[in-house]
């Protein structure tokens, strides 16, 4: 196989009703394409038969590749393996449960065709999805927009396309925590959008829970924004003010009007309860900052394989710190 012009990153957790399904769309796409294409899929340690089926289309179709890992990383972590092993000067990244339509990559290589090196899937809708789910993205999205340190386009996920010198940019990155869409939009180069109507999941259960919703939420403040340690500032000046503000009351109370019931215990245990949420707050907000700094500096590989097909062997087998590789 002649190196590939284009390359599709696929992370997989649990998905053996969607993978047929998925490659056959994909395929479709392949076909009308003007150049060799490479298929790398991302099995993030599946407790079902995705496994097995990614090994048999990898057999079926040359070009199908694979990577498995020892246990599951979590989806930005799955994407960032396959970014490191694509040879393509065209890279797509999409999701396996067919709500990204393998038909927009059309699209998205038209727009590279015009000299734009990022292409994002922004979303119009999203079909059968609860009001509650539609409601906490819809501000989770603006609100990190208002946050972050970069403009971060809203209603958009890791369904992409990105240019080679995108995508090598991207892996020199030695951070741990990663934040693809987020990373993406740091990175600057010429961006624009494909508008699409996002479909139900083609089959199985929703993988990202309220849980791991909140984990990628909350990764993607911390990591583009450092409002979240200014507002800790911020309420720390707030409950001196406060305390201020409550010392003269105080001082009034007890000589114009000793016999308020404010005075004493009550208003004691309102400013204790008050100081310590403040304070509590504030250490947790230091916690995730400074839970990252500890993750940095271990200098772990942020994945290991136990298995792989069609990629280079040698890149997965001599593991190197973060800052050397793109492990």
């Known amino acids: 196989m002649t190196k590939p012009i ?3 990153v696929i992370p997989i957790y649990n998905e053996e009703d969607s993978i047929t399904e998925m490659y056959r769309r994909i395929a479709d796409v392949m076909a009308q394409l ?3 294409t490479e298929l790398i899929l991302i099995d ?3 407790r079902d038969r995705s496994l097995m089926m990614i090994r048999e289309l990898h057999q079926r179709d040359q070009r199908v590749s694979y990577l498995s890992f020892a246990r599951n990383f979590g989806h930005q972590i799955a994407v960032t393996a396959g970014l490191n092993f694509v040879q393509g000067k065209i890279v797509i990244v999409m999701d396996a449960d067919l709500q990204d339509p393998p038909e927009l990559i059309l699209a998205m290589i038209e727009k590279w065709g015009q000299g734009y090196q990022v292409v994002y899937a922004q979303r119009l809708s999203r079909k059968q999805e609860s009001w509650l789910k539609r409601l906490t993205a819809y501000v989770f999205y603006r609100v990190l927009r208002l946050l972050a340190d970069v403009d971060i386009p809203p209603d958009t996920g890791d369904f992409c396309l990105m240019d080679r010198q995108v995508v090598d940019v991207l892996n020199a990155m030695p951070e741990r925590n990663r934040y693809i869409r987020g990373l993406r939009a740091w990175v600057g180069f010429r961006q624009t959008a494909v508008h699409f109507e996002r479909d139900p999941r ?7 829970t309220f849980g791991k919703s909140w984990a990628l939420a909350v990764n993607g403040m911390i ?4 409002v979240p340690l200014r507002l800790a500032t911020y309420l720390g000046i707030l409950s001196a003010a406060l305390a201020l503000f409550m010392i003269i009351l105080v001082l009034y109370w007890r000589l114009f009007d000793p016999a308020s019931p404010l005075i004493g215990f009550t208003l004691i245990t309102i400013a204790l309860f008050f100081l310590g949420s403040v304070q509590l707050f504030c250490i947790g907000i230091l916690g995730e900052y400074i839970g990252r700094i500890y993750e940095e500096v271990k200098g772990r590989p942020i994945y290991t394989v136990k298995e792989s097909g069609g990629v280079k062997a040698s890149a997965i087998l001599t593991p190197k710190p973060p800052s050397h590789s793109s492990f």
């Not at 083609?202 to 990202?208: D, L, N, P, R, V």
Request: hydrophobic letters at 20%; charged letters at 35%; zero cysteines.
């Open 223 to 226: 990591s583009l924004s450092k």
């Open 202 to 208: 083609f089959a199985g259960k929703e993988k990202y």
């Open 6 to 8: 284009y390359s599709i």
């Open 34 to 36: 003007d150049g060799e």
């Open 44 to 46: 993030d340690g599946s």
